[in-house]
């Protein structure tokens, strides 16, 4: 069953913010791979957070002046709540460089950071499809998936920190660094969740 669009600017916004959340997913994996102009880098990435927060205030207010809104009013706002927090987390990924005074970046943080980038990949390709809910039950299966797997690679790169790292603060930086990586792949599978509820309301 398709949703009825009673206002097709819900879904231009959350598209939007799909794409600037990918945007800056692009960009963390860049800082990672090419550990040059820091500070540069970081700014820009802050920029797309700060954009990203214009579009969830124009989604509230929007939803605050709708009547009848093209899906369930909780949901609307859940959804713009949850890709707020994944855009946010990558921000705050990329801010914790500049904050621990981060000289190189582990392949392990690297290889989280393409974990979200596909993540946020996913989320793009998801929200495209709000207006045919049926149609997004496989993508959220795969950020569950994706999850589980930045999850275990969280786990072996603490690992290697605590065998490897003689630097105690080292350790309690990359600790901190991975666990934010990971977390912003938490807050993808509650984008997942959210959309889960959608397409169960719509059946």
């Given at each position: 069953?398709q ?10 916004l ?5 794409q600037?959340?990918y945007?800056?997913a692009k ?6 791979e ?10 820009e ?15 509230m ?7 009848i809104?093209p ?11 949850a ?10 990924a ?5 904050t621990?005074k981060?000289?190189?970046?582990t ?16 989320i ?11 149609n ?13 797997e ?8 603490i ?6 790292s003689g ?36 059946a």
């Amino acid at each position: 069953m398709q949703l009825i669009p009673r206002d097709e600017k819900f879904y231009d916004l959350f598209r939007e913010q799909a794409q600037n959340i990918y945007k800056a997913a692009k960009m963390l994996v860049a800082l990672f791979e090419d550990f040059q102009e820091v500070e540069k880098q970081v700014s820009e990435i802050k920029f797309v957070e700060h954009k990203g927060d214009q579009i969830t205030h124009a989604l509230m207010m929007k939803l605050n002046r709708t009547f009848i809104t093209p899906f369930d009013r909780e949901d609307i706002h859940a959804l713009s709540s949850a890709l707020d927090d994944v855009l946010d987390l990558v921000d705050a990924a990329a801010s914790r460089t500049i904050t621990y005074k981060v000289k190189k970046v582990t392949p392990g943080a690297q290889q989280l950071s393409r974990v979200i980038l596909h993540g946020t990949e996913i989320i793009v390709k998801a929200v495209a499809q709000l207006n045919h809910p049926q149609n997004m039950l496989e993508y959220c299966e795969q950020l569950t998936l994706l999850e589980e797997e930045a999850d275990r690679i969280k786990g072996e790169c603490i690992a290697r920190l605590f065998e490897n790292s003689g630097d105690p603060i080292e350790v309690i930086k990359w600790k901190e660094i991975y666990e934010v990586l990971e977390a912003t792949t938490d807050k993808c599978e509650d984008v997942a969740d959210v959309l889960e509820s959608v397409v169960l309301k719509a059946a």
